[in-house]
């Protein structure tokens, strides 16, 4: 476990927010992934996590998309969001996770993220916007863009959580406008694809994130062959607090809003910046 916020001893400081992110490699099982994110989630629980964030596709993953996708994708409140609010409910903790979701009049499927909270449900949904278009792949066949709209944040240990998604790392805009919206801490699924020089610019982009808004990431990546792994939470000052390798795992740190205050007395770049995002 890694800490940000601590006393002498190493315990956390009361002001300060257990984040978890969960790294594991979901298959083409659905009752097999959720018992996966239940151990996993118990694990980051019990570890000392409030909220436990875990990678995109977690509802349904093949390397290669293809018409399956479609029919194992769900509505929102499907099995799967069910399964996480109960989930969140016993635990008493928030989690987050990306899922396929059913479009109505689509042949392709949404890349969603949801948010849920213990006795509310789900609390913030994220739509992919930036396809996976690159590096050889074609994301864009089998999953259609979400629609620009405003980023949706929820709550949690006094701190605001906004949400997006793996390929979006790779557009700062993404990012600024949650920040825009108020996030302290940006949730990040991901099946970040193993290859070339991958690894190094998902720690580049990660932590560039973290840093140019002044807010913490937490990114929660695929477990290999197929993804990188490296699942990581960031600080405001670009520190890497905790990181898992390549194994499945759940690693913890803890955020507040007293270190961001302090690295943003020291950095106010938010504050000093002459441009605005707006979609073109």
């Not at 396929?100 to 789900?122: K, L, Q």
């Not at 990012?175 to 990040?188: E, F, H, K, P, Q």
């Not at 020089?197 to 695929?222: I, P, S």
């Amino acid at each position: 476990m890694s800490h940000d916020a601590s006393d002498a001893a190493g315990a956390p400081a009361e002001s300060a927010f257990g984040v978890a992110v969960a790294q594991f490699a979901p298959g083409d099982d659905l009752a097999a992934n959720l018992a996966e994110i239940t151990r996993l989630a118990e694990l980051a629980v019990a570890r000392g996590a409030g909220i436990v964030v875990f990678p995109e596709y977690s509802s349904h993953f093949t390397p290669t998309a293809d018409a399956a996708w479609v029919t194992a994708s769900e509505p929102v409140d499907g099995v799967f969001t069910r399964a996480l609010a109960e989930l969140s409910d016993r635990l008493g903790a928030h989690l987050v996770a990306g899922m396929i979701e059913r479009v109505e009049g689509e042949d392709r499927v949404s890349n969603t993220v949801v948010a849920v909270a213990p006795s509310e449900g789900v609390v913030a949904v994220y739509r992919k916007l930036h396809l996976y278009d690159a590096f050889g792949q074609l994301e864009s066949e089998w999953v259609a863009p979400g629609a620009v709209e405003d980023p949706e944040t929820f709550e949690a240990g006094g701190l605001t959580f906004g949400l997006q998604t793996c390929y979006d790392a790779r557009f700062p805009e993404v990012t600024r406008r949650i920040v825009d919206s108020g996030a302290d801490v940006v949730c990040m699924p991901a099946e970040w694809v193993r290859g070339p020089l991958k690894e190094a610019h998902w720690r580049v982009l990660t932590t560039a994130r973290a840093l140019e808004n002044t807010v913490y990431v937490a990114a929660a990546d695929h477990a290999p062959p197929v993804g990188a792994g490296n699942s990581m939470i960031v600080d405001p000052m670009g520190v890497e607090l905790a990181t898992i390798g390549e194994t499945t795992d759940v690693a913890v740190a803890w955020v507040s809003a007293e270190r961001i205050a302090s690295v943003r007395r020291v950095n106010p770049a938010l504050r000093l910046r002459r441009f605005g995002v707006v979609p073109r």
